[in-house]
């Protein structure tokens, strides 16, 4: 398995990993064509896992400046992660984390965090202080 940033011919995959996983939002391929257009807010960055040519799993990714608790300082935020069904239950999510986590330091963040359950989860682990 290969983890790497997202390039534009890998943009129908990417729209049906999205369809999946917010099943709802009806501009998904709007916001993937400003994405690639360099236009798009948020997400700033797509990490996607391949196996054998084909994406398994993808995180979106951000930096911000407004998580409760870290107001004004530099955070890495998961936007969004995914996981083909049928590669669940391995190690593809914890991977597509651990290189989000990298990206994430290499930009200069002070922590790590994401949302579940409309409830912040933070890693403030993510340099040494």
Known sequence: MILRE???EDASEWLAMRRELWPDGDDHDVEIAAFFA???DE???VLVAEDHGLLVGMAELSARRDIAGL????TGYVEGLFVR???RGGDVARR???ASREWAHGLGC???ASDRAE???VDRRLVSE
Do not use: Q
């Not at 107001?71 to 530099?74: D, F, I, M």
């Open 6 to 8: 997202i390039r534009s």
């Open 38 to 40: 360099g236009s798009l």
């Open 43 to 45: 997400p700033e960055a």
């Open 71 to 74: 107001e004004g300082k530099l």
């Open 85 to 87: 069904p049928a590669f």
């Open 96 to 98: 597509l984390l651990m």
């Open 110 to 112: 002070i922590a790590f």
């Open 119 to 121: 409830r912040v989860v």
